[in-house]
């Protein structure tokens, strides 16, 4: 609606996909219905490639790995949506690659090969990774420790889960179209803050 507000000479604006809540980095908007007709088939027949950068906590061992656990979604007692892993839920299918470590904590590109809600953030916590700043999967004593400054290191208050690459084919020209955002500047400050103290 905000999007809409802000270009009313717009006829047609749909978002093609979400971004939970606090997740940063690119959404993509069509300006035309079949424009979105087109994506959401990419989308469906895995066509679509979309790039997550996350940092997280924990011995991250492989240069690459696939995590491939179902997913279920469901209302927690506070009617708050949730996810979790299980035997009956919808196949979930992400591939990590390990771009860099820092001391107790891990720089990965994640690859949704399939789109689960919250899909990133439960495959990792399942397998016992928190997310930085994950505040309804991660380690909430390590997200209040990230909040206060500690030696080099700077206070971190959000999640780092951040949408910096996707790839799709232009719906009219049908060539490959490549979108790039760069880390927002509270997540390239805090990883120059951890390489301090890793250091």
């Keep these: 609606e905000q999007l809409r507000a802000a270009r009313p ?18 959404l993509l908007l069509a300006k035309k219905r079949s424009a979105l007709t087109n994506l959401h088939e990419q989308i469906r027949e895995g066509e679509l490639d979309k790039r997550y950068l996350v940092l997280v906590h924990g011995d991250w061992k492989n240069q690459k790995q696939h995590i491939k656990l179902p997913l279920f979604k469901y209302n927690a007692a506070d009617g708050e949506r949730r996810v979790r892993v299980q035997a009956d839920g919808l196949a979930s299918h992400t591939i990590f690659n390990l771009l860099r470590r820092y001391g107790a904590f891990a720089l990965l590109e994640a690859e949704l090969k399939t789109g689960r809600t919250h899909q990133i953030r439960v495959h990792l916590s399942s397998s016992g990774f928190a997310i930085a700043g994950d505040d309804k999967y991660g380690d909430f004593a390590l997200n209040r420790a990230l909040q206060k400054a500690e030696g080099t290191r700077i206070a971190f208050k959000r999640m780092f889960l951040h949408a910096h ?3 799709f084919m232009h719906p009219e020209s049908g060539k490959p179209v490549t979108l790039n955002a760069p880390l927002p500047p509270e997540c390239e400050k805090f990883l120059a803050s951890l390489e301090k103290t890793s250091a």
């Design 9 to 26: 000479d717009a006829k047609f604006l749909e978002l093609v996909h979400r971004l939970d809540r606090d997740t940063s980095g690119i």
């Design 165 to 167: 690459q996707i790839t």
